[in-house]
């Protein structure tokens, strides 16, 4: 299941983790980065009003991305906070795609390392970085405005689950493509994964896709089942089980996959109810969506 997490830490942190593209995690975290984070999720990158160059620092969410793939543990000092203190704090690597700032962060040099930096260069770093950042306090203000039992935004500790969507849409209501983005990098990581995962994840799935309201209504559906689908479909449309009409420029049979009961009236984003169709027979569901044609589905989708 996807979730949304948010990253906590100083300005300078985050100039940093900017430039590398990943973030860091200590020992109480390890659980995390080891059983939750997946690929494919959103975390909200949150900077202190504690730093060690600005003392004019705000709280505030100074962007977003996704977690990417290859988590890892390493072994150099990235954060100036370990040079200073000659110590690997922070091992736990989490790498970090697609990202997006608030702030226009294009005059930052992300080549050289903060320690290496002087000061007055750092401060300008830390000033670009949160010129158009969202205040936390803001931020908190408008969440109670929509829903005035919403918790405050998390902030405790370097890293957690961001429970409330009022918050997620808030952040990511400008960005009209942020989860189409989510969903190709989710079906990148699904391809990946061995048919046996994929089949335990597809079974795993709870069946209830997140609606979200953007410009229209749209699902955020589950990569592990599309996947699934189109693998279990060996190729062919499920319903006239004719070979899928071309394959894509990578190759793979070009088919689509189809809810037999639609999202919309209710259905679930679960492998049973999920088949792979060609695009005449996906058109022929949507436009007739008859029940000859439903039982024939259902029928062919019976194991897996």
Same mark, same amino acid.
């Given at each position: 299941m996807s979730s949304v997490w948010r990253f906590t830490g100083p300005p300078e942190n985050w100039v940093t983790a900017l430039g590398i593209k990943k973030w860091a995690l200590n020992e109480n975290n390890k659980n995390l980065w080891e059983n939750r984070f997946e690929s494919g999720d959103i975390v909200f990158f949150h900077s202190t009003q504690e730093s060690g160059y600005d003392n004019k620092a705000i709280s505030s969410v100074i962007g977003y991305g996704f977690i990417g793939q290859h988590m890892s543990i390493k072994s150099d000092l990235w954060w100036v906070q370990e040079v200073v203190d000659k110590e690997n704090k922070w091992p736990f690597v989490v790498p970090l795609e697609q990202i997006t700032t608030f702030s226009n962060i294009e005059t930052i040099d992300f080549s050289t390392p903060i320690h290496e930096k002087s000061s007055a260069t750092v401060l300008h770093d830390i000033k670009t970085l949160l010129k158009n950042a969202v205040h936390l306090r803001d931020l908190e203000k408008e969440a109670k405005l929509i829903d005035p039992g919403v918790g405050k935004f998390?902030?405790?500790?370097? +890293? %957690?689950? @961001? &429970?409330?969507?009022?918050?997620? $849409? @808030? &952040? &990511? !209501? *400008? $960005?009209?493509?942020?989860?189409? /983005? /989510?969903? /190709? &990098?989710?079906? !990148?990581? +699904? /391809? *990946?994964? %061995? $048919?046996?995962? @994929? !089949?335990? !994840? +597809?079974?795993?799935s709870r069946g209830e896709p997140v609606r979200r309201i953007i410009a229209s209504a749209v699902y955020d559906r589950n990569a592990d089942v599309i996947e699934a689908a189109k693998r279990r479909a060996g190729g062919k449309c499920q319903l006239c089980v004719k070979e899928a009409p071309f394959d894509k420029k990578n190759g793979e049979p070009y088919l689509e996959t189809h809810h037999i009961v639609w999202l919309s009236e209710g259905g679930h984003d679960v492998i049973e109810n999920t088949v792979a169709l060609c695009p005449n027979c996906h058109r022929k569901m949507h436009s007739l969506n008859l029940k000859e044609d439903i039982e024939i589905l259902k029928t062919n989708n019976l194991d897996f």
């Open positions: 998390p902030v405790n500790g370097s +890293a %957690s689950r @961001i &429970l409330s969507q009022v918050y997620e $849409d @808030i &952040l &990511l !209501r *400008n $960005d009209h493509t942020v989860f189409e /983005k /989510k969903k /190709k &990098l989710k079906e !990148r990581v +699904a /391809k *990946n994964r %061995s $048919d046996e995962e @994929i !089949r335990k !994840r +597809a079974k795993m």
